[in-house]
Nanobody, 126 residues
Framework: QVQLVESGGGLVQAGGSLRLSCAAS????????MGWFRQAPGKERDIVAA????????YYADSVKGRFTISRDNAKYTVYLQMNSLKPEDTAVYYC???????????????????WGQGTQVTVSS
């Protein structure tokens, strides 16, 4: 059972930056593909970014391309989401997720992930 704990959320003004972290309990973290999702009030949970086992492949939703960067440090069992040029529409609860998957593959579907963190709130004021 992989446990994921997100941190780094908060309140920021539009145009500002935040870095989310997701720490995993699993020593085989390097064998898990990771993803960041977000859910705004009244909306479905959507993919934001995803990264393969060793970070060689990444994916970004169109709405965050050029502003957000996903990365991972396998030695620290941690995945990050650097969020720049934040907009009010980025306001949501952000979740990290993990799936054992296959090396070199990124996963975009919520249903493909096996483990989820509890979420961290990001609020962007205008």
């Amino acid at each position: 059972q992989v446990q994921l704990v997100e941190s780094g959320g908060g309140l920021v003004q539009a145009g500002g930056s935040l870095r989310l972290s997701c720490a995993a309990s699993e020593r085989t973290f390097s064998s898990y593909a990771m993803g960041w999702f977000r859910q705004a009030p009244g909306k479905e949970r959507d993919i934001v970014a995803a990264i393969s086992w060793r970070g060689g492949r990444t994916y970004y939703a169109d709405s965050v391309k050029g502003r957000f960067t996903i990365s991972r440090d396998n030695a620290k069992y941690t995945v990050y989401l650097q969020m720049n040029s934040l907009k009010p529409e980025d306001t949501a609860v952000y979740y990290c997720a993990a799936v054992r998957g296959v090396a070199g593959v990124i996963y975009r579907g919520e249903y493909q992930y096996d483990y989820w963190g509890q979420g961290t709130q990001v609020t962007v004021s205008s």
